[in-house]
Nanobody
């Protein structure tokens, strides 16, 4: 069973870069046709797709976040990472890493608050 676990700071100051890591167990991030996604949910709002990195390392980002978002991976650690630069309080959200085919596997989510 594939399991995902987010990790990273729960509090980030405005203008800084938010960095989260998703550690995958029970499966490889290089498994053919698997996609690894970051999704967030601001308080009181719906889910927002942020970006994805696929099994071969190709990335794609939400147009609204593209200028501030970077997703990378470390295949030796079976991890993928989100970096979101120049954060504001509007980036406060629960951040989820999601993976597999059809977003089958979800992490439990991690709360990130942007505040001075």
């Amino acid at each position: 069973q594939v399991q995902l676990q987010e990790s990273g700071p729960g509090l980030v100051k405005p203008s800084q870069t938010l960095s989260l890591t998703c550690t995958v167990s029970g499966g490889s991030i290089t498994t053919n046709y698997y996609y690894w996604t970051w999704i967030r949910q601001p308080p009181g709002k719906g889910l927002e797709w942020m970006g994805v990195i696929n099994y071969s390392g190709v990335t794609n980002y939400s147009p609204s976040l593209k200028s501030r978002t970077s997703i990378s991976r470390d295949t030796s650690k079976n991890q993928f990472t989100l970096q979101l630069s120049s954060v504001t309080p509007e980036d406060t959200a629960v951040y989820y890493c999601v993976g597999g085919i059809g977003r089958r596997y979800w992490g439990q989510g991690t709360q990130v608050t942007v505040s001075s």
